[in-house]
């Protein structure tokens, strides 16, 4: 089993270098050095013990974030900029980056390209770090001399998708906390408070109103082995939803109907329309063909409706049209205002200016849309929370007012 070894270099410049290499053994990491150019000055291994990174959760510990991503391309386009080498940028990067899993990918990268592999190249055996869209981005810098500017326009696209990404969490999280805050009230009632009136109401006898009845029902489902079997039922839908949207025509399917929800339809369309504009503009800009960049697009429009449509035109374009033209097909998608703007930038010879433009007003729509339900939902859920409440208190308290209107006569 490969043991990991931190180690301290100079280079042939004289520059400390600091980072970790996997090996058998200390002597063939440092054989290695040797062969990379390094002279080396200290190989020792890993602590075993370290309680920052010996816990490691699958999905979790080795996540990397899209705004980490963002941060280091920016960071690597100023390095680059200022005259600093691909490769010793790298390695300054993966020794100041926090998370462990990017400074280890960090480092295979430095380690590739010193071994003769292109930056594009490196990038693309780490798939869950660097995107199909970063790739191909990198691999148009390098063929046109331009990487430093195109690093920078990459830093600021993915910028663009963190904060895209952030705006539809904050549009989620009020929603899903209160309502998790209402299941938990409503749970802890029926459970805990409902089966104490319940016994008083059978001490004292009579007959219960409806609203009361259907509240005891409830609170005995909740209370009986009926609860196992309902959550088992609720368990094993959800299982059999996400294994049917996982499938190809499912997945189609739930695109398509997620653009029609009257709340969040359209906001999940401006969102997925963003995406597209903005990044078609980033790949037009920095050289990448049409044909390429609209099958990129598609890849990462984040629904699979939108990645039709843009297929569709891909091959409108193949046969000679103009892409408004296949996209102007599909207005129930694109809408009026993109095919108009991709057909000025077109005639212009500005598309990836136009298609900038119509990505910023998108990010703009989604803010305001985002805001906009935030400040309907809020007052919403505060009402539905207060009926909800409102209605086991009186339902409980219903035959105590008959009861004491008995005792009364």
Same mark, same amino acid.
């Given at each position: 089993?490969?043991?990991?070894?931190?180690?301290?270099?100079?280079?042939?410049?004289?520059?400390?270098?600091?980072?970790?290499?996997?090996?058998?053994?200390?002597?063939?990491?440092?054989?290695?050095?040797?062969?990379?150019?390094?002279?080396?000055?200290?190989?020792?291994?890993?602590?075993?013990?370290?309680?920052?990174?010996?816990?490691?959760?699958?999905?979790?510990?080795?996540?990397?974030?899209?705004?980490?991503?963002?941060?280091?391309?920016?960071? =690597?386009?100023?390095?680059?900029?200022? #005259?600093?080498?691909?490769?010793?940028? @790298? /390695?300054? +990067? &993966?020794?100041?980056? *926090?998370?462990?899993?990017?400074?280890?990918?960090?480092?295979?990268?430095?380690?590739?390209?010193?071994?003769?592999?292109?930056?594009?190249?490196?990038?693309?055996?780490?798939?869950?770090?660097?995107?199909?869209?970063?790739?191909? =981005?990198?691999?148009?810098?390098?063929? #046109?001399?331009?990487?430093?500017?195109? @690093? /920078?326009? +990459? &830093?600021?696209?993915? *910028?663009?998708?963190?904060?895209?990404?952030?705006?539809?969490?904050?549009?989620?999280?009020?929603?899903?906390?209160?309502?998790?805050?209402?299941?938990?009230?409503?749970?802890?009632?029926?459970?805990?408070?409902?089966?104490?009136?319940?016994?008083?109401?059978?001490?004292? #006898?009579?007959?219960?109103?409806?609203?009361?009845?259907? +509240?005891?029902?409830?609170?005995?489902?909740?209370?009986?082995?009926?609860?196992?079997?309902?959550?088992?039922?609720?368990?094993?839908?959800?299982?059999?939803?996400?294994?049917?949207?996982?499938?190809?025509?499912?997945?189609?399917?739930?695109?398509?109907?997620?653009?029609?929800?009257?709340?969040?339809?359209?906001?999940?369309?401006?969102?997925?329309?963003?995406?597209?504009?903005?990044?078609?503009?980033?790949?037009?800009?920095?050289?990448?063909?049409?044909?390429?960049?609209?099958?990129?697009?598609?890849?990462?429009?984040?629904?699979?409706?939108?990645?039709?449509?843009?297929?569709?035109?891909?091959?409108?374009?193949?046969?000679?049209?103009?892409?408004?033209?296949?996209?102007?097909?599909?207005?129930?998608?694109?809408?009026?205002?993109?095919?108009?703007?991709?057909?000025?930038?077109?005639?212009?010879?500005?598309?990836?200016?136009?298609?900038?433009?119509?990505?910023?007003?998108?990010?703009?729509?989604?803010?305001?849309?985002?805001?906009?339900?935030?400040?309907?939902?809020?007052?919403?859920?505060?009402?539905?929370?207060?009926?909800?409440?409102?209605?086991?208190?009186?339902?409980?308290?219903?035959?105590?007012?008959?009861?004491?209107?008995?005792?009364?006569?």
């Amino acid at each position: 089993m490969a043991l990991t070894f931190e180690y301290k270099v100079r280079d042939k410049a004289g520059g400390l270098v600091e980072g970790q290499l996997d090996g058998d053994s200390m002597a063939l990491v440092v054989r290695r050095l040797r062969e990379m150019g390094y002279m080396p000055i200290s190989v020792t291994p890993k602590s075993a013990v370290n309680l920052k990174t010996e816990i490691k959760i699958p999905g979790l510990s080795d996540r990397i974030k899209l705004r980490e991503v963002a941060v280091v391309t920016r960071q =690597l386009a100023t390095m680059v900029d200022s #005259g600093l080498s691909v490769v010793r940028s @790298l /390695g300054i +990067l &993966a020794s100041q980056v *926090e998370n462990p899993a990017f400074a280890r990918i960090l480092g295979e990268v430095r380690l590739d390209l010193e071994h003769g592999s292109s930056l594009s190249a490196a990038c693309a055996k780490h798939p869950k770090a660097f995107s199909e869209l970063f790739c191909t =981005l990198v691999q148009a810098g390098e063929v #046109g001399g331009n990487l430093d500017e195109v @690093l /920078g326009s +990459l &830093a600021d696209t993915i *910028e663009k998708q963190a904060q895209l990404n952030r705006t539809i969490r904050s549009a989620m999280t009020y929603p899903t906390v209160v309502l998790s805050v209402m299941v938990i009230i409503f749970t802890a009632m029926i459970v805990f408070i409902v089966p104490v009136f319940q016994n008083l109401f059978a001490s004292l #006898g009579g007959k219960l109103p409806l609203p009361t009845r259907i +509240l005891i029902t409830i609170s005995k489902i909740m209370t009986s082995i009926w609860i196992v079997v309902i959550i088992a039922v609720v368990i094993g839908a959800v299982i059999g939803l996400r294994k049917w949207i996982a499938t190809e025509d499912g997945r189609r399917r739930w695109d398509r109907w997620m653009l029609k929800p009257p709340v969040f339809g359209p906001l999940f369309h401006k969102v997925a329309l963003a995406r597209v504009t903005g990044t078609l503009s980033s790949l037009i800009s920095s050289g990448v063909p049409i044909l390429e960049s609209l099958d990129i697009c598609a890849e990462t429009a984040g629904n699979v409706t939108v990645g039709d449509v843009l297929r569709e035109a891909k091959n409108g374009v193949r046969e000679g049209r103009p892409l408004a033209d296949p996209l102007r097909e599909h207005e129930d998608v694109i809408p009026t205002l993109v095919v108009q703007m991709v057909e000025v930038g077109e005639q212009t010879g500005a598309l990836d200016g136009m298609l900038k433009k119509v990505g910023e007003f998108y990010d703009q729509e989604v803010e305001v849309t985002v805001n906009n339900l935030t400040a309907l939902l809020e007052p919403l859920l505060t009402v539905v929370m207060g009926i909800g409440v409102g209605a086991m208190v009186i339902s409980l308290y219903l035959p105590m007012f008959s009861y004491i209107t008995l005792i009364h006569n």
